[in-house]
């Protein structure tokens, strides 16, 4: 035995250990790397910033993560509450279809109804005709093009985590405790006011948190609606000002913003993990009016329209209208790259979880919760600001290879980690890791540790004993996060927008590049890949919840 940090350790877990504690640093190193170039960025230019433009960012930026926040709670609470408390025609219908906007980008949405609603769309041009109306100063109508509208859009896609989240919250609750409030005398609403709410707060602070972190990862949606946040300062000062030190300034104030975030999330919710376990409130509790009930049904079905139903059907018009034989040679080209990177990330960060996973399930010391912990980090990282750290890790990496190259009589080879595929798929596995941790975690602490004492009682070495048992019993897990890691991925944007080597395109990219050209038309075929694509983990999961 070895004592380490007071904790005893033979020597072979102690190998073993400092392999995962390495692979979880590497994955940190490109962060720490950015905390410290950022802390000697140019001070001159910094208070440039700060008197010109930095506080409007920050400023939107923080409207705009409460009004989604705000938004979200809204659509996925209120559906959730909906769904469970009042007796909905469709509600099994309902239950899973609002989860199908997760699998819409913001940035397609913004661009559609933006298209539908402007001044040139369709919308206002049959408003004109039918009402006469012959110019702007005729009427009023809304601007999407503004915070606010960037923050209806960027809801209606992440508000299923709130409703997803709340959903299985409710259904945990002790449905006596609603009965023990009637029988007081007092009425349902009282009860959801007094009770549900109070029960269903941490789950709440939870999706927040998920809301707000992916509203400041956000990049296209807000850059197409020229709203300026910290992630479109980062991607303009560091493009704009050539200035990789303010960037990582600016990145490392995004990413402590964000972990702040996450610090008192975890305070708010620390002492109120109080909910039962017994299952199915019933919904006849609630004797409620028809007009309710109609009100409640329009609600969700309207969620579903405008979330996923209506972006679907424009991109399947466009793409019936515009397609063509070469458009379809192009994606697949483009496809094959989203694919193979995506299949990449999500392979690296399934075989790391499965190490980190087994390690924490069977190291028999304190600090084997250390590799799944740390190595999840990345997941609170915007896109944009993992990129930026990227490149100021691999930048200078390539930078002493070429001249070691070049000593030792090789040449110099160029980029080899900073402007190729390695930099991408490096950035899909830190930025999603948690994901892959999560999903194998969760499914070894299913895995009775009786049969693991039962193997090893055989006889049976750790090797075999995780090859015969334990994988054939995670296969579903193993799937699930393969799955999500590359649906994930493929998704993914502003870390590829910054990282992609030259000439080398993914449908993300493709299909923001034709955003910002206002050519989603040519490239609707692309956009529908990715919504399928995004489609097929939601599917998968609902019927695996189902049965």
Avoid at 372 to 379: I, K, P, T
Wanted: hydrophobic share 55%; aromatic share 12%; glycine share 6%.
């Amino acid at each position: 035995m070895t004592p380490l940090f007071g904790v005893p350790m033979r020597a072979k877990t102690i190998s073993l250990f400092i392999v995962v504690c390495l692979l979880t640093l590497a994955l940190l190193t490109p962060v720490l790397v950015m905390f410290y170039q950022g802390a000697f960025a140019p001070f001159s230019l910094f208070i440039h910033l700060w008197q010109t433009v930095l506080p409007q960012y920050l400023s939107n930026t923080l409207l705009l993560g409460f009004n989604v926040v705000v938004l979200s709670l809204l659509f996925g609470g209120v559906s959730a509450l909906a769904l469970h408390f009042l007796p909905i025609k469709g509600s099994r219908y309902l239950r899973w279809l609002l989860l199908l906007p997760l699998a819409m980008p913001a940035y397609l949405i913004a661009y559609l109804y933006t298209d539908l609603f402007d001044y040139a769309g369709p919308v206002q041009r049959f408003l004109r005709t039918v009402f006469g109306w012959q110019s702007p100063n005729d009427y009023w109508f809304f601007d999407l093009r503004t915070l606010g509208g960037a923050s209806v859009i960027i809801a209606l896609v992440l508000f299923p985590y709130v409703y997803m989240l709340t959903r299985t919250a409710l259904e945990n609750i002790d449905p006596k405790l609603l009965q023990a409030n009637q029988s007081l005398g007092q009425t349902p609403w009282h009860g959801i006011k007094r009770i549900i709410l109070p029960l269903i707060r941490p789950t709440l602070a939870v999706a927040a948190t998920l809301v707000l972190m992916e509203t400041l990862a956000d990049f296209a949606t807000v850059q197409y609606f020229a709203v300026n946040t910290l992630t479109t300062a980062i991607y303009d000062t560091w493009l704009g000002y050539s200035d990789l030190a303010t960037a990582n300034a600016l990145a490392s104030i995004l990413l402590l913003l964000v972990f702040m975030v996450v610090v008192l999330e975890q305070r708010s919710r620390a002492s109120l993990n109080n909910q039962s376990q017994n299952l199915a409130m019933s919904q006849s509790l609630f004797t409620t009016s028809k007009p309710l009930i109609a009100l409640a049904t329009s609600f969700c079905w309207l969620l579903v329209i405008a979330g996923f139903v209506l972006p679907l059907s424009l991109l399947l018009v466009m793409a019936w209208q515009y397609s063509s034989i070469e458009q379809l040679t192009q994606l697949l080209t483009i496809g094959g790259n989203s694919i193979y990177v995506s299949a990449m990330a999500a392979t690296v960060a399934l075989v790391l979880a499965l190490l980190f996973s087994f390690y924490q399930k069977f190291a028999k010391h304190k600090l084997a919760f250390i590799p799944v912990s740390f190595s999840g980090l990345g997941y609170a990282i915007p896109g944009t600001v993992l990129a930026m750290a990227l490149l100021s890790t691999f930048g200078p990496i390539d930078f002493w290879l070429n001249d070691l190259a070049d000593a030792i009589g090789y040449g110099r080879p160029g980029l080899v980690l900073s402007g190729t595929v390695f930099a991408i798929v490096f950035a899909f596995v830190v930025r999603f890791m948690a994901i892959a941790n999560g999903t194998i975690t969760s499914g070894l602490e299913q895995v009775p540790d009786n049969l693991s004492k039962a193997a090893r009682s055989l006889g049976s070495k750790p090797s075999t004993m995780v090859r015969r048992v334990h994988l054939p019993l995670l296969k579903s897990s193993i799937f699930v996060a393969w799955l999500l890691v590359f649906v994930e991925s493929m998704k993914e944007l502003p870390a590829v927008l910054l990282l992609r080597p030259f000439n080398f395109e993914t449908l993300s990219t493709f299909i923001y590049q034709l955003i910002s050209d206002e050519q989603l038309e040519q490239g609707a075929m692309g956009a529908i890949l990715i919504v399928v694509f995004g489609l097929i983990p939601i599917i998968w999961l609902n019927r695996k919840q189902e049965v």
